[in-house]
């Protein structure tokens, strides 16, 4: 039945053109690899890095999120902004002539711009060629940022800081959405000339410059964004190092060279840092490469896969891929050999505190310092690192991360270790001798992940050689968010990210005022610590500040109203052609210091 | 028919009620909080408060429920609360995008695996047949997951045949294309042909067919005339049903072939409590299945002179 139709010939052929097909759909070259090719000949340096989430809003005072900042940051110009290589982290000017310069009242500050500044060339603009920026343009980011319809986001950076902007705010709240910025001032902001803005803070406040240098302060032209309106969020008009030639939110996004661009290349390089080539382009106009490319590559094996075959120059290093191409030993990191031919490695520490918070209201954890004392002891950091992060981590002595002023590389202190013994003893002056009638404690996470799973077991059976049991509440971001912030917890995971690289941004977790709504989630209240906190808060870094640190420190060794874990180090690779390499934590996408050698082939 | 097409869109309106009714009580009361995963930590208690606002979601329960129901009328579903984009907009560039990702293979899946179902059916009890049900049973039982990183990692990286990943618009794109199309076929291949199979086999048993051959009609006329046309009836019902869904993309092969479809914005929407999207996208899904479903009701009546649509 049927063989007329399936005659061996036919049958022969089927197979024979399917297989034709399918080779030569699979013999296609990948003509994304001869183009890189074509402009490695033409001399054109382009940087490949890969963002590995999409972008929010690139209208800066509609962001808050590092995949938005990450563009903005290289698009526009912000009046201050991080030294490349000084560590600790250090402000300078950007778009400023110099730093702020202090009036005599002690509170103002004059902000002079840079001379011939323009933004880009922008069918905004009259005759479309990009204007200069001016007074006027500062004035008016300024009262776009405080203004509640534009920026809901990231206003806290500045609040109570400047004269009459909180006013103002207040203001754009009764106005609505159609506020006239002409016929409405914050009062402590002033023009002085063309290129001079005067601003009167608050009180005299050494913090109150880093917002200057957060993306979401990016200089922006009225022009562009009353052209642009909604779609001003992906069409930016900066003055940045690149301007945008490619837009694809979810795609490949293509910066190229702001060729007006007026940064000369001077960063702060240790001795170190100038004998490993450092300063090789010290006194030249960046940026250096002409073309980034950005595509969007959220999963970790092909944006791997890509950066092995040398289709990608920077890429950060999880855990796995860590545990794959790198080991420490005795202390020190490096590549495995057949890595270390072809790519180099970093590591920087980063600007985040983690920890474990307890809840100071609750009625067991929160009234009884020695059982809080006894899971400290319980605990050990250093070996949760080694074995469930890889080693890739430093433990925490103090609130501060290593690399900002007044951390304990500043100030000598030490926390807890683990001691058995002492835990015990502990939970016996706590009144729980062994464990002894004490309920279980539960823990509140923000994921429910495997790993923070992981994580959790390691905790438990630490917990559990003393005698106390934890129990874990795995939940969704929001649904912890909401748990916490109703004080319905005994304990959590926790961990905080610098907004400024400044050790109050630490020590405000646990001050009083502060407590749930605020950061203070622990509702920790201590009159000596509150104390403390205020006087320091506005003192520049320093011995005597650190000596208020100091004493902070050991109030909250004693109290517990949390318990110190670790600081995050950051790992990365990049290929050997890079030049310029240097994690900056404050500047996630320093493409405009980054160079390439053109001859140095493809690592794979 | 006529009567019985504008009937089944009068059902659509309930049925569209009932799906935008559990798709909103299902992400007001369980899913993630828009405006704190928007805010994260650092948010303070004013800022929470007036984006909640903004976002019209200090409005009762039923207030936002009417103004969902609205938007579907009206089709005009607002923007994103995450990017501020305008949906209609993001829905029709990545339909196009994910539609070229899954019509392709779709329709030369259709092609192969009715042909190769027709082949073994053909040769049924047959050593050919048993190989190929082995093979086939062993490739639905990898996971999809496995295909792709495999493909990727052999393919792409190891053989150099194809871009890892990435997308370009136009011509152009078809570099990036290749590789997912041929996961596609072959992923599809497995439970496709299996069924395909058991549909002829099921066919080439029955008394019509004996019946035809007794009259004297060629083989060819048997399989195209008689057989193929029986057949059709589930075919159809199983191939048409998932034109809607490849509008929907593939999150898997979005996500790791770096395409920027529906299927990937989806899932990023869900996770971020994009709501917004979420809303539009479900409810569009929606009536793109209740319209293929009706299509599929439609082409029995032809492919079946049995069937009446009254």
Redesign the interface.
């Known amino acids: 039945?049927?063989?007329?139709?399936?005659t061996k010939r036919r049958?022969l052929l089927?197979s024979l053109s399917?297989t034709v097909m399918?080779w030569s759909?699979?013999?296609?070259?990948?003509?994304?690899?001869e183009s890189k090719g074509d402009s490695a000949a033409n001399k054109t340096k382009i940087f490949q890095y890969l963002r590995t989430s999409?972008h929010?809003?690139l209208d800066p005072m509609?962001q808050?999120d590092s995949a938005s900042a990450e563009l903005i940051d290289n698009v526009y110009s912000k009046l201050l902004q991080y030294d490349y290589l000084a560590r600790p982290y250090k402000l300078v000017p950007d778009l400023l002539e110099t730093m702020p310069v202090k009036q005599k009242d002690g509170l103002t500050y004059h902000l002079t711009l840079k001379k011939g500044v323009k933004f880009i060339d922008d069918p905004a603009f009259k005759d479309g060629k990009g204007k200069e920026v001016t007074a006027d343009d500062v004035i008016y980011t300024l009262k776009r940022f405080a203004d509640?319809n534009v920026n809901?986001?990231s206003?806290?950076l500045i609040?109570g800081f400047v004269a009459g902007m909180d006013e103002f705010r207040a203001e754009t709240?009764k106005l609505g959405k159609a506020v006239d910025y002409s016929k409405l001032e914050i009062a402590g902001v002033k023009k002085v000339d063309k290129y001079t803005v005067s601003i009167k803070f608050t009180r005299d406040n050494p913090l109150a410059f880093y917002p200057f240098a957060f993306s979401g302060m990016s200089i922006v032209a009225k022009e562009a964004v009353d052209k642009y309106k909604?779609d001003f969020?992906?069409h930016p008009v900066g003055t940045g190092p690149f301007y945008i030639k490619k837009y694809?939110?979810?795609?490949?996004m293509i910066l190229a060279k702001n060729p007006n661009y007026y940064e000369v290349y001077s960063p702060m390089a240790s001795k170190e840092e100038e004998a490993a080539g450092f300063l090789a382009n010290k006194g030249k106009k960046v940026p250096f490469v002409d073309e980034v490319h950005l595509?969007?590559?959220?999963?970790s094996?092909?944006a791997m896969?890509?950066f092995?075959?040398g289709?990608i120059d920077w890429i950060g290093m999880n855990k796995d891929d860590f545990a794959k191409m790198a080991y420490k030993k005795d202390g020190v990191f490096h590549l495995k050999e057949q890595y270390a031919k072809n790519f180099k490695m970093y590591t920087e520490p980063g600007l985040n505190a983690e920890f474990f918070r307890f809840n100071m209201k609750d009625k067991l954890v929160g009234k009884n310092k020695a059982l809080r004392q006894a899971i400290a002891y319980a605990l050990n950091a250093q070996e949760w690192i080694e074995l469930m992060r890889n080693g890739r981590g430093i433990p925490l002595n103090t609130m501060v991360p290593h690399p900002i002023a007044g951390s304990e590389n500043d100030i000598k202190f030490d926390y807890y270790t683990q001691n058995i013994e002492m835990a015990k003893k502990k939970l016996v002056e706590a009144g729980f001798p062994g464990g002894k009638g004490l309920p279980p404690i539960t823990i509140e996470y923000r994921a429910t992940s495997k790993s923070t799973r992981q994580d959790f077991e390691f905790i438990r059976n630490e917990l559990a050689k003393v005698g106390i049991t934890l129990k874990g509440n795995f939940q969704?971001?929001?649904s912890f968010?909401?748990r916490v912030e109703s004080g319905n917890f005994q304990m959590s995971s926790a961990g905080?990210g610098a907004?400024y690289p400044d050790g109050e941004n630490f020590y405000q977790l646990l001050y009083g005022p502060n407590k749930i709504?605020?950061?203070n989630s622990s509702n920790f209240e201590n009159a000596e610590y509150d104390k403390l906190y205020e006087t320091s808060r506005f003192m520049p870094n320093g011995p005597e500040r650190y000596k208020l640190f100091s004493r902070m420190s050991e109030i909250v060794k004693e109290e517990v109203p949390l318990i110190l874990r670790w600081n995050v180090l950051a790992f990365g690779l990049y290929q050997k052609r890079v030049k310029n390499m240097k994690r900056n934590m404050m500047m996630d996408t320093p493409f405009k210091y980054l160079d390439l050698e053109l001859n140095n082939k493809k690592a794979h | 028919m006529l009567t019985y097409i504008i009937r089944r869109i009068t059902y659509m309106v309930p049925i569209l009620i009932g799906v935008a009714a559990l798709v909103f009580v299902l992400f007001s009361s369980v899913g993630?909080?828009p405006v704190?995963?928007?805010?994260?930590?650092?948010?303070?208690?004013e800022?929470i408060a007036?984006?909640r606002h903004?976002w019209g979601l200090d409005q009762p329960l039923y207030m936002q429920f009417l103004d969902f129901l609205r938007q579907i009328a009206t089709f005009d579903y607002g923007?994103s609360y995450?990017?501020?984009?305008n949906l209609m907009d993001m829905f029709k560039q990545g339909a196009l995008i994910s539609l070229s990702l899954t019509l392709i293979p779709y329709l030369i899946g259709v092609f192969?695996n009715v042909?190769v179902a027709i082949?073994i059916a053909?040769?049924r009890g047959s050593w050919f047949d048993r190989y190929s049900t082995f093979i086939f049973v062993a490739s639905m039982s990898i996971s999809y997951m496995v295909y792709i990183?495999g493909f990727?990692?052999i393919?792409?990286?190891k053989f150099?045949?194809?871009?890892?990943?990435?997308?370009?618009e136009g011509l152009?794109g078809m570099?990036y294309l290749?590789l997912p199309?041929?996961i596609s076929i072959v992923v599809s291949a497995g439970p496709n042909i299996r069924m395909f199979r058991t549909v002829f086999l099921d066919e080439?048993k029955a008394d019509y067919v004996r019946t035809a051959?007794a009259k004297g009609a060629?083989?060819?006329s048997?399989?195209f005339k008689h057989i193929l046309k029986n057949a059709m009836i589930p075919i159809l019902t199983y191939t048409v049903i998932v034109i809607p869904f490849l509008i929907l993309g593939s999150f898997l092969m979005e996500?790791?072939?770096?395409i920027?479809g529906i299927g990937?914005?989806m899932i990023?929407a869900i996770n971020n409590?994009d709501f917004p999207v979420i809303k539009a996208m479900t409810m569009l899904i929606a009536i793109f299945y209740i319209v293929f479903n009706l299509i599929t009701d439609i082409l029995y009546a032809y492919v079946d002179p049995r069937v009446k649509l009254s």
Not at chain 2, 36 to 43: D, I, N, Y
């Open positions: 039945m049927l063989k007329l139709f399936f049958l089927l399917t399918a759909l699979a013999c296609t070259k990948n003509k994304q690899e999409a929010k809003s509609k808050f509640i809901i986001k206003y806290m609040q709240k909604e969020a992906k694809s939110r979810r795609g490949k595509p969007l590559i959220e999963e094996q092909p896969l890509k092995l075959k289709e969704t971001f929001s968010l909401k905080w907004d709504p605020g950061p | 993630e909080d704190r995963v928007a805010l994260g930590t650092h948010a303070t208690p800022a007036e984006l903004q923007r995450n990017t501020g984009e192969l042909s082949l053909y040769y990183i990727q990692y393919l792409a990286f150099n045949w194809f871009p890892i990943n990435g997308y370009e152009a570099n290749l199309w041929i080439t051959f060629s083989e060819n048997v399989l996500r790791f072939f770096s920027p990937d914005t990023t409590g």
